[in-house]
C-alpha cells in the first residue's frame, strides 16, 4: 500500500502523537530517523483483515476506526485510534498479519513505519516493546468497555461516549463526522443518533454545522454519561498513555 503525497523525511522530527512522546529521549532517538509524516485521507483503509501489514501509522491528528464486520451484519467499531495510539499491533505480536479493519474516518497526518524496521525496532528496544505492549493492553480495555457499553447502556450514553472519546482521541473539540457514521459504528439508527444529539444541541452542549459536532460544554457532556469513557481513561493513564500530553507540546 502506498500513500499519494508522502511528504520527505525530516532531519528534526517532531510529533504531537502521545505514544511516542511517552518514549524516553533514547528511545525516541532511535526511531525517529525511519518516520515518515504522511497525510491520512478520509476512508482511507490502514488494515484490511487477513491480509500482511506492511506499514505501522502513528497517527498524529485525525481519527481511525477499528471495525469488526461480517458479510450479515456489515461493520462494526470495536475501537478507535487517534493520537493516543498505533496501527500494526500484529506486529508487536508476532504475527504480521491484520485480524480487523482499520480505516481513517478523520483526516489528519501521521507516521509512518515500514512494517520490516518496525519489527526490527521493537527487537532491539525493549522500552519499544513494552510501549507498544502497554498500548495493546489499553486498547483491549477499550475495546472490551465499548462492547459493555453498547450491549447494556442506553442510547443516550453511548452516543456521548463517543463523542467524549473522539473527543479525547482528536485533541479537539470539533469532531468532523457525520450521525451516520457514528450510527454505523455504534451498529444503530441513524435516527437514533440525530435524536440524542439534536436533544444535546438544545441543551447547549454541542453545537452543529455539516458533518462537525462540536463540543461546547465538555462537563456537561461527562456528567450526563456512563462510567465507560471514565474507565477507559483511567487504563490509558494509569499505563503513561496519557501523561505524555506535555512532552508532546515539547517536541
Not at 145 to 162: E, G, T
Request: glycine share 6%; charged share 25%; proline share 3%.
Amino acid at each position: 500500500m502506498t500513500d499519494e503525497g508522502a511528504e520527505a523525511r525530516p532531519e528534526a522530527l517532531t510529533t504531537p502523537n502521545l505514544l511516542l512522546a511517552a518514549l524516553p529521549e533514547a528511545e525516541w532517538a532511535l526511531i525517529r530517523p525511519h518516520l515518515q509524516r504522511v497525510p491520512l485521507r478520509r476512508k482511507q483503509v490502514l488494515e484490511e483483515p487477513r491480509t500482511e501489514i506492511q506499514h505501522v501509522y502513528f497517527i498524529e491528528r485525525g481519527l481511525a476506526s477499528v471495525q469488526a464486520r461480517t458479510q450479515a451484519d456489515g461493520a462494526h467499531g470495536v475501537g478507535l485510534v487517534g493520537r493516543f495510539g498505533m496501527t500494526g499491533l500484529g506486529i508487536l505480536l508476532g504475527t504480521r498479519r491484520a485480524t480487523l479493519r482499520v480505516s481513517v474516518q478523520v483526516p489528519g497526518s501521521a507516521l509512518r513505519l515500514g512494517a520490516e524496521e518496525a519489527a526490527r525496532l521493537m527487537e532491539a528496544s525493549a522500552t519499544l516493546r513494552r510501549t507498544g505492549l502497554s498500548y495493546i493492553q489499553a486498547l483491549m480495555t477499550q475495546s472490551a468497555q465499548l462492547s459493555l457499553c453498547n450491549a447494556r447502556h442506553p442510547m443516550k450514553h453511548r452516543v456521548r461516549r463517543w463523542l467524549l472519546l473522539a473527543r479525547d482521541w482528536l485533541g479537539e473539540d470539533e469532531v468532523c463526522v457525520s450521525h451516520q457514521l457514528i450510527a454505523d459504528l455504534l451498529g444503530v439508527r441513524r435516527a437514533s443518533v440525530s435524536e440524542q444529539i439534536e436533544c444535546l444541541e438544545s441543551e447547549g452542549i454541542v453545537s452543529q454545522r455539516r458533518a462537525c459536532i462540536t463540543l461546547r460544554d465538555r462537563a456537561a457532556l461527562e456528567a450526563d454519561c456512563c462510567e465507560c469513557h471514565r474507565l477507559v481513561r483511567a487504563e490509558y493513564r494509569r499505563l503513561n498513555l496519557l501523561g505524555a500530553e506535555r512532552a508532546a507540546e515539547d517536541r
